[in-house]
């Protein structure tokens, strides 16, 4: 029996770290609870001569291939689309590439301007302040004076366009169409303890220069420091509850497997839009036979992966490679409605640079471009460092039939039911998608490149997992209020991205991280009367 | 994680079949993926792929109806052709930890003009580019849909 803290938080990555750090300044005794360990920056793969080859081993960014002690398993197989994860301090901010745009004004009122899906019941200016505060909290490097987004001064200056940017903005400006340096979490200069970008160029998979910001060297040395109890190595089985349907604590498992109950004041949830309603449906009591705060039914529906539609091909001379962040520019010239189109709502372009010598060997062999044999040589130097491609990240709207719930048979090492993930690509998506890819193609053509291939569902690009758990003020068309507290039980809370309503067509990092924030704004200043 | 070895014939076909997909070039100076060095790479780098190597060595026997290794060149060449067309995930398996080793060796990565070493800790050098390109978007009015 541990001794009773006043908030419990599970799951240390983006959200959780955030949350943690801003509610440390209230002096409550506060625990996070993390499945995964701390990962050493000696211990990511760019330090090592097998860099590439990591990628399909320790540090592939599917949960079954990883197949870490710490990760647990996902029965992914209804779903074109795969889980992308990470479980450690810092969660998949540890495998992230770093993208940072936030979600714009039009994403919270979609229901008003395009009549789908619902309005969120926040907007985008209760969440600007925040937005700036995690800007300056993750280290944001970007430029001012995007036209596609309200004012905002992102600390640092922009990573460099390269080869492949020149080249993008040029083939850009020809078409008359938007592109902008991206926000990212890639620093630019020494910033807080953090070196700058040297151009290691293998971002995604932990940054040995420590230049990307993930919250194991962020939020959590502040929040530590502030008297904030992280505990790794701890699995979280399910919430438990009393007698008047509050939330008491959790179950969890120790890296001895050991079982632990640990009460708590105030349970908060941050396993994101997967581990969420995994361990919200696998608490079930007699006052909650569906899973914990489940009275709309709605825990695990609604998933939204944004589908991503990658068209790439190849020039006559040498880029960047894989030498630099891979991802530089991006484009919201197809982001809002157009009526003229097939489809409603729209999608960010993000450009990238090229890959590494083994990914490129890989993917082309896989796609036929690189034959077997004698001719093998002379293609593949007509290949290497020669891509460059772009991706459409394309808003994927809810639907309740895409969703989370218990697979009845697999388990993780601990016992507990893996979750099972059913997904479909909406029409409205793969319209989208589609004419992403044609777009592409016309910005590809004048950048001049050619043997234009496409990956159209990324197989494994599932990284944004939102959506399970939603926000609105209707209990019964919602599964958490407009400040992150379930309707059902008034001391547990979600900040993570299942709450989003609405998917938006950008990366989620950012907007997950201002929601945190501002949920633990709302919690402090309601502290007097928090369970009312 | 230590591994059993392969049957001494699975290697064999796996050796042949490596130099069959990847053979040395004289044109540019490097070696097959068959090489002594690279083969011991691939060998030591089954990791979590033997169990679908295993299996595309033995779809392989089938096609060669017995040893690959010991089939003449121009025979092994309409054998790995067959299977390359049959596909499945175990071969890609296999091929893709021929690339993983072949193209990491020190040889192979200075005959393509880069620099056998981790990323890290030099870096690598991107241009800054021309930020005027910018100039024109700066320009544009804004384009964000004001939802007031």
């Given at each position: 029996?541990?001794?009773?803290?006043?908030?419990l938080?599970?799951?240390?990555?983006?959200?959780g770290?955030?949350?943690?750090?801003?509610?440390?300044?209230?002096?409550?005794?506060?625990?996070?609870?993390?499945?995964?360990?701390?990962v050493?920056?000696?211990?990511?793969?760019?330090?090592?001569?097998?860099?590439?080859?990591?990628?399909?081993?320790?540090?592939?960014?599917?949960?079954?291939r990883r197949?870490?002690?710490?990760?647990?398993?996902?029965?992914?197989?209804?779903?074109p689309?795969?889980?992308?994860?990470?479980?450690?301090?810092?969660?998949?901010t540890?495998?992230?590439?770093?993208?940072?745009?936030r979600?714009?004004?039009?994403?919270?009122?979609?229901?008003?301007?395009?009549g789908?899906?619902?309005?969120?019941?926040?907007?985008?200016?209760?969440?600007?302040?925040?937005?700036?505060?995690?800007?300056?909290?993750?280290?944001?490097?970007?430029?001012?004076?995007?036209?596609?987004?309200?004012?905002?001064?992102?600390?640092?200056?922009?990573?460099?366009l390269?080869k492949?940017?020149?080249?993008?903005?040029?083939?850009?400006?020809?078409?008359?169409?938007h592109?902008?340096?991206?926000?990212?979490?890639?620093?630019?200069?020494?910033?807080?303890?953090?070196?700058?970008?040297i151009?290691?160029?293998?971002?995604?998979?932990?940054?040995?220069?420590?230049?990307?910001?993930?919250?194991?060297?962020?939020?959590?040395?502040?929040?530590?420091r502030?008297?904030?109890e992280l505990?790794?190595l701890c699995?979280?089985?399910?919430?438990?509850?009393?007698?008047?349907?509050?939330a008491?604590?959790?179950?969890?498992?120790?890296?001895?497997?050991?079982?632990?109950?640990q009460?708590?004041?105030?349970?908060?949830?941050?396993?994101?839009?997967?581990?969420?309603?995994?361990?919200?449906?696998?608490?079930?009591?007699?006052?909650?036979?569906?899973?914990?705060?489940?009275?709309s039914?709605?825990?695990?529906?609604?998933?939204?992966?944004?589908p991503?539609?990658?068209?790439?091909g190849?020039?006559?001379?040498?880029?960047?490679?894989?030498h630099?962040?891979?991802?530089?520019?991006?484009?919201?010239?197809?982001?809002?409605?157009d009526?003229?189109?097939?489809?409603?709502?729209?999608?960010?372009?993000?450009?990238g640079?090229?890959?590494?010598?083994?990914?490129?060997?890989?993917?082309?062999i896989?796609?036929?471009?690189?034959?077997?044999?004698?001719?093998?040589?002379?293609?593949?130097?007509?290949?290497?460092?020669?891509?460059?491609?772009?991706?459409?990240?394309?808003?994927?709207?809810?639907?309740?039939?895409?969703?989370?719930?218990?697979?009845?048979?697999l388990?993780?090492s601990?016992?507990?039911?893996?979750?099972?993930?059913?997904y479909?690509?909406?029409?409205?998506?793969?319209?989208?998608?589609?004419?992403?890819?044609?777009r592409?193609?016309?910005?590809?053509?004048?950048?001049?490149?050619?043997?234009?291939a496409v990956?159209?569902?990324?197989?494994?690009?599932?990284?944004?997992?939102l959506?399970?758990?939603?926000?609105?003020?209707?209990p019964?068309?919602?599964?958490?209020?407009?400040?992150g507290?379930?309707?059902?039980?008034?001391?547990?809370?979600?900040?993570?991205?299942?709450?989003?309503?609405?998917?938006?067509?950008?990366n989620?990092?950012?907007?997950?991280?201002?929601?945190?924030?501002?949920?633990?704004?709302?919690?402090?200043?309601?502290?007097?009367?928090?369970?009312? | 994680?230590?591994?059993?070895?392969?049957?001494?014939?699975?290697a064999?076909?796996?050796?042949?079949?490596?130099?069959?997909?990847?053979?040395?070039?004289?044109?540019?100076?490097?070696?097959?993926?068959?090489?002594?060095?690279?083969?011991?790479?691939?060998?030591?780098?089954?990791?979590?792929?033997?169990?679908?190597?295993?299996?595309?060595?033995?779809?392989?026997?089938?096609?060669?109806?017995?040893?690959?290794a010991?089939?003449a060149?121009?025979?092994?060449n309409?054998?790995?052709?067959r299977?390359?067309?049959?596909?499945?995930?175990?071969?890609?398996?296999?091929?893709r930890?021929?690339?993983?080793c072949?193209?990491?060796?020190?040889?192979?990565?200075?005959?393509?003009?880069?620099?056998?070493?981790?990323?890290?800790?030099?870096?690598?050098?991107?241009?800054?580019?021309?930020?005027?390109?910018?100039?024109?978007?700066?320009?544009?009015?804004?384009?964000?849909?004001?939802?007031e």
């Amino acid at each position: 029996m541990h001794d009773k803290v006043d908030v419990l938080i599970v799951g240390s990555g983006a959200s959780g770290a955030a949350v943690a750090w801003s509610l440390a300044d209230t002096r409550m005794r506060i625990l996070c609870l993390e499945q995964g360990d701390w990962v050493k920056p000696t211990d990511y793969p760019s330090n090592g001569r097998d860099w590439e080859a990591r990628l399909f081993s320790d540090f592939a960014i599917n949960p079954n291939r990883r197949a870490r002690p710490t990760d647990y398993p996902i029965n992914d197989a209804n779903s074109p689309i795969k889980v992308a994860n990470f479980n450690g301090v810092g969660g998949s901010t540890i495998m992230y590439t770093a993208h940072f745009p936030r979600l714009h004004p039009s994403d919270f009122r979609v229901r008003t301007l395009d009549g789908v899906a619902d309005d969120w019941p926040i907007d985008y200016a209760t969440l600007e302040p925040f937005f700036a505060e995690n800007d300056r909290m993750m280290g944001v490097s970007g430029l001012a004076g995007d036209p596609a987004y309200p004012p905002k001064q992102p600390p640092m200056p922009p990573i460099p366009l390269g080869k492949s940017g020149a080249r993008f903005g040029r083939a850009m400006n020809e078409l008359g169409w938007h592109w902008w340096p991206s926000d990212t979490t890639i620093a630019t200069a020494d910033y807080e303890g953090r070196g700058r970008c040297i151009n290691l160029g293998h971002c995604t998979p932990g940054c040995a220069q420590g230049a990307k910001a993930s919250t194991d060297i962020t939020y959590w040395p502040l929040a530590i420091r502030a008297g904030v109890e992280l505990r790794t190595l701890c699995r979280v089985r399910e919430i438990t509850t009393d007698s008047q349907g509050m939330a008491s604590g959790v179950i969890y498992y120790d890296a001895d497997g050991q079982e632990h109950f640990q009460p708590a004041e105030v349970v908060i949830l941050a396993c994101n839009g997967v581990g969420t309603p995994r361990l919200m449906l696998n608490s079930v009591s007699a006052r909650f036979p569906n899973g914990i705060a489940n009275s709309s039914g709605l825990v695990g529906k609604n998933l939204m992966f944004h589908p991503y539609a990658l068209t790439y091909g190849y020039v006559d001379e040498p880029l960047d490679g894989n030498h630099g962040p891979p991802l530089c520019l991006w484009s919201q010239q197809f982001y809002e409605t157009d009526p003229d189109r097939d489809f409603v709502r729209g999608y960010t372009f993000q450009f990238g640079r090229g890959v590494g010598a083994i990914m490129e060997a890989i993917v082309s062999i896989n796609a036929g471009r690189l034959p077997w044999g004698e001719d093998h040589h002379a293609a593949y130097r007509k290949l290497i460092n020669r891509r460059i491609g772009l991706s459409a990240i394309c808003e994927d709207l809810p639907e309740e039939h895409n969703r989370v719930t218990l697979d009845p048979v697999l388990k993780d090492s601990s016992g507990i039911p893996a979750p099972k993930i059913d997904y479909t690509i909406s029409a409205n998506s793969l319209k989208m998608m589609n004419h992403g890819i044609a777009r592409a193609s016309e910005i590809l053509a004048a950048a001049g490149a050619g043997n234009i291939a496409v990956e159209s569902p990324i197989l494994n690009g599932g990284w944004h997992l939102l959506g399970t758990a939603r926000m609105g003020t209707d209990p019964g068309r919602s599964v958490v209020n407009e400040w992150g507290r379930c309707h059902d039980v008034k001391n547990l809370f979600i900040v993570d991205g299942s709450i989003w309503v609405t998917s938006g067509g950008v990366n989620p990092t950012s907007t997950i991280q201002a929601l945190a924030l501002y949920i633990a704004d709302s919690i402090k200043q309601r502290l007097a009367n928090l369970f009312d | 994680m230590p591994q059993d070895p392969l049957p001494a014939q699975q290697a064999r076909d796996l050796r042949a079949l490596a130099g069959t997909i990847i053979p040395a070039s004289a044109a540019y100076g490097v070696p097959g993926a068959d090489d002594e060095r690279i083969f011991g790479d691939i060998l030591g780098s089954l990791g979590r792929d033997r169990d679908d190597v295993c299996r595309a060595l033995a779809d392989l026997a089938v096609l060669a109806g017995g040893g690959f290794a010991e089939l003449a060149p121009a025979r092994r060449n309409e054998v790995a052709a067959r299977l390359r067309e049959a596909g499945g995930a175990p071969l890609a398996a296999l091929v893709r930890v021929v690339l993983l080793c072949y193209y990491r060796d020190d040889r192979v990565m200075r005959s393509l003009g880069q620099e056998p070493r981790p990323p890290f800790p030099k870096g690598h050098v991107v241009e800054q580019g021309d930020w005027s390109l910018l100039d024109p978007v700066r320009a544009r009015p804004k384009m964000y849909r004001r939802v007031e």
